[in-house]
C-alpha cells in the first residue's frame, strides 16, 4: 500500500514539472515565434525589397557602362581626347532643353562646378554618342555589348543615373540608391574608370636647317592622354655620320618637353636627313621624326 502511495506522489510530481515545463516551452515558443515574425515583417517589407531590386539593377547598370567605356577606349588608347565635357554632368533624364531647365529646380544642387546636361526623350537611349550618356559605342568593333542606354528603374529628379567625365580618360558613374539597406552604405552609388598611363610624342618646330659644323636645337612635348603620369625617357636614332645629341631633361614626366640639341660636325654630309625621336615608359613607346637639313 505504501508503495503504491509513493508511486502516485511520484507520478503527480512528474505530472507538474512537466506541466510547469510545458507552460514554460510554450511561453518561450511564443516569443520566438513573435520575435521571427516581427523580423519577417521587417525583412520581407515588400516597399524595402522592390527598392532593393531597384537598386540591384542600378548597381549592375552603372558596371555595365563602366566596362561598355572601358572596351572603347582599349580599342582607341591613343585618342587624345575623352567623351563628353568635363564641365558637365550628364544625368539620364530626358529634358527639352540641354541644360535640363524644366527639370533643374528640383534636381540637387551641384557643388562640384559642373552643368546639368540633358537630351530629349526621343534620343534619351540611344548609344550613337546623341543618347544621354554623349559616347559613341556604335565605335566598338564587333559592335556594342548593349543595344540602348540604361535609364534608372524609376528616373526621375530623385533617381536618375549620372555620368562625369574628366581629363585623362577619368570617368565616373553614378546612381541615386532607394533602399534602406544601400542608403545606409551610401545614398550614392559610384563605380569609377581610369585609363591605364598613356602619351603621345611630338616634336616642335618639327624641322631645321643648320651648316655643317653647326648645331640647332628643338623641343619635345610629351603630353599625358590618360591615366597617373609616369617619366618618359627620350632618345634619338638614325643619326647621319658626325651628328650627336643631347636631351635636356633626358627624361620628364608628362605633360613635359625636353630640348633637343641636334650638333653636326665636318663630316656630316649635306642634305635633307630625318632623324626618329623615341619616348620610352614602361611598356609604352612612342616616336616622332625631326627633319635636319645640313648646308
Known sequence: MKNKQLLFKNGLLQHKALQGFTLVELSLTIAIVAGLAALMVAVMNPVELSAQMRDG?????????????????????SLPTGFGLTNFAYISLPDTHSDCRNIIANLPIRT????????????LMRIDGAGWMPV????????SPISVLPVDPINNTSFFYEYLPSAHHRYAFSARMESIRHRALSPVFTKRF??????SLSVGPSSGAVIRGGSISTTVTASLISGTT????????GLPAGVTTAFSPTSC????????NVITSAVTPVGAHSITITGASIGITRTTTYSLTVN
Do not use: K, M, W
Not at 57 to 77: D, W
Not at 112 to 123: E, F, K, L, M, W
Not at 136 to 143: D, E, M, V
Open 194 to 199: 581610369a585609363a591605364p598611363f598613356n602619351f
Open 112 to 123: 562640384d562646378g559642373r552643368s546639368y546636361h540633358c537630351v530629349t526623350a526621343a534620343n
Open 253 to 260: 614626366n608628362p605633360l613635359c618637353n625636353s630640348t633637343l
Open 136 to 143: 559613341n559605342l556604335t565605335a566598338i568593333r564587333g559592335g
Open 230 to 237: 609616369r617619366a618618359v625617357s627620350f632618345s634619338t636614332s
Open 57 to 77: 539593377q542600378r548597381i549592375a547598370a552603372t558596371g555595365t557602362l563602366r566596362e561598355t567605356l572601358g572596351v572603347l577606349i582599349a580599342e582607341n588608347p
